[in-house]
């Protein structure tokens, strides 16, 4: 019993969630699967202007992860891997949709692996459904009365929704 408990992986989903999409739902459905524990952790990042707060972006990720025991929301503030380790996790989970997100996602890896060495990303392919679908995407396209039915969490649609419509009133 001790060990296995000692020997638990522990995997972090780290990202923006602004907002949510299916897509990172797919991730999540994958990790949870070959992980003991994922913990889904939205990062503090007042200089990219988020459109949701950390708050909401949190209950939306809840929302999403109540169906997985084994998974939980946090966020976190500062270095990604300092985060990692204080949680005790060993792998960091990131999505690849197209040869587009490579690059960012290389260096960004290679800067983590420098870091701290013993922390590994691992990557996984989205749902090719889910390839073409960003949170960035979602949002202008929401923005401008598109309908992102079937990209987002009907909850997040609906958050979209409301949250361009207060903005408009301001
Ligand atoms: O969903 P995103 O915006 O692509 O997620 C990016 C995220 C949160 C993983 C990245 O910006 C991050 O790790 N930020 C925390 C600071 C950090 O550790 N940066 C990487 C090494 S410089």
Redesign the pocket.
Same mark, same amino acid.
Do not use: A, C
């Given at each position: 019993m001790e060990n296995e408990r000692h020997h638990k992986a522990i995997a972090i989903y780290?990202?923006?969630?602004?907002p949510l999409t299916n897509g990172h739902i797919d991730l999540v459905e994958r990790a949870a699967r070959l992980f003991d524990n994922l913990i889904l952790a939205v990062?503090h =990042?007042p200089s990219?202007n988020p459109l949701f707060s950390v708050e909401e972006r949190m209950e939306m990720l809840r929302e999403a992860a109540s169906p997985f025991p084994n998974v939980e929301v946090d966020s976190?503030e500062?270095?990604?891997?300092?985060y990692a380790s204080m949680k005790r996790a060993g792998v960091l989970i990131?999505g690849i949709r197209a040869i587009s997100d490579y690059e960012?996602e290389l260096q960004?890896a290679l800067? =983590?692996r420098r870091?701290r060495p013993e922390i590994e990303t691992v990557f996984l392919m989205a749902g090719e459904a889910y390839s073409f679908v960003s949170?960035r995407m979602v949002k202008e396209a929401c923005r401008l009365g598109g309908d992102v039915s079937g990209l987002v969490p009907a909850s997040t649609e609906l958050r979209l929704r409301e949250k361009f419509k207060s903005l408009q009133r301001t």
């Open positions: 780290p990202g923006s969630f602004d990062v =990042n990219k976190f500062g270095l990604l891997v300092n990131r960012y960004m800067m =983590n870091l949170s």
